[in-house]
T-cell receptor
Framework: SQQGEEDPQALSIQEGENATMNCSYKTSINNLQWYRQNSGRGLVHLIL?????REKHSGRLRVTLDTSKKSSSLLITASRAADTASYFC?????????FGKGTTLSVSS | DAGVIQSPRHEVTEMGQEVTLRCKPISGHNSLFWYRQTMMRGLELLIYFNNNVPIDDSGMPEDRFSAKMPNASFSTLKIQPSEPRDSAVYFC????????????FGPGTRLLVL
């Protein structure tokens, strides 16, 4: 199992701005997943991108994957206060997912 | 559909007592995972099961922790005896497509050991 490392650790933006979070990992993967955790709640799956995909969209979310650089990014466009949460990436390689420390996003109105 | 169900949602106990956390995965899911989350250590994988069989328990902190999955719809995580450093939020998650695929998390059990 391998752990993704999110960057930055914390991000503060204003409502309406875009938020970009990055994830790096070390070995080959089958997929890469992004999860969100609101304070005091369980993680919620946001999006899964397969290793043969380069970009994926879901609503205001855009995920990119660069397997040559072993990195991924999550872009949240037109952020809202409700997007305030911690965001985790999890490289999937056929073994159990290991979660890093996450990026804590604060969106102020 | 009901999501992953965990009970109790909150547990306060005294050091030395036995604690049992319960999890009901989503029906039809074949993998189940137990995690522990603290501010200091983040989200740690404790153990996971595939088709009710424990696959990897290397994350279980010590012999005081044990987990069982007697059938496809129920799992327990037991701490005996409990210690204050076990205070954390314990999450259960399940997956339909197996290890390494999308996981669905329960609401967690917030454990406080005094």
């Amino acid at each position: 199992s391998q752990q993704g490392e999110e960057d930055p650790q914390a991000l503060s933006i204003q409502e309406g701005e875009n938020a970009t979070m990055n994830c790096s990992y070390k070995t080959s993967i089958n997929n890469l997943q992004w999860y969100r955790q609101n304070s005091g709640r369980g993680l919620v799956h946001l999006i899964l991108i397969r290793s043969n995909e380069r970009e994926k969209h879901s609503g205001r979310l855009r995920v990119t994957l660069d397997t040559s650089k072993k990195s991924s990014s999550l872009l949240i466009t037109a952020s809202r206060a409700a997007d305030t949460a911690s965001y985790f990436c999890a490289p999937g390689a056929g073994t159990a997912l290991i979660f890093g420390k996450g990026t804590t996003l604060s969106v102020s109105s | 559909d009901a999501g992953v169900i965990q009970s109790p949602r909150h547990e306060v106990t005294e050091m030395g007592q036995e604690v049992t956390l319960r999890c009901k995965p989503i029906s039809g899911h074949n993998s189940l995972f137990w995690y522990r989350q603290t501010m200091m250590r983040g989200l740690e994988l404790l153990i996971y099961f595939n088709n009710n069989v424990p696959i990897d328990d290397s994350g279980m902190p010590e012999d005081r922790f044990s987990a069982k999955m007697p059938n496809a719809s129920f799992s327990t995580l037991k701490i005996q005896p409990s210690e204050p450093r076990d205070s954390a939020v314990y999450f259960c998650a399940s997956s339909l497509a197996g290890v390494g695929e999308t996981q669905y998390f329960g609401p967690g059990t917030r454990l406080l050991v005094l």
